[in-house]
């Protein structure tokens, strides 16, 4: 299992938010996923062969922007 920190662009507010976090969480790839408003960032746990590129496009799929990874050190 690999983690993943994402750039989200496109929420404006906590139903966003929910929204993003309940549809990557229903994903059969992704173990975790939890949405951050205030950050905007995705922290997601997922399967070791999920690409990023995967991960971008479930991000699209619901209806906003994945800015990339980001690496948290």
């Known amino acids: ?30 173990k975790k996923a939890k949405v951050s408003l205030d950050e905007k960032l995705a922290y997601i746990e997922c399967d070791d062969e999920t690409s990023i590129d995967t991960l971008n496009e479930y991000v699209s799929d619901c209806g906003y922007e994945s800015m990339g990874e980001v690496n948290e050190n």
């Not at 989200?8 to 929204?19: A, K, L, P, T, V």
């Open 1 to 30: 299992m690999k983690k993943v920190v994402l750039k989200i662009e496109g929420m404006s507010c906590d139903g966003c938010r929910n929204r993003l976090e309940k549809f990557l969480n229903n994903k059969d790839d992704i």
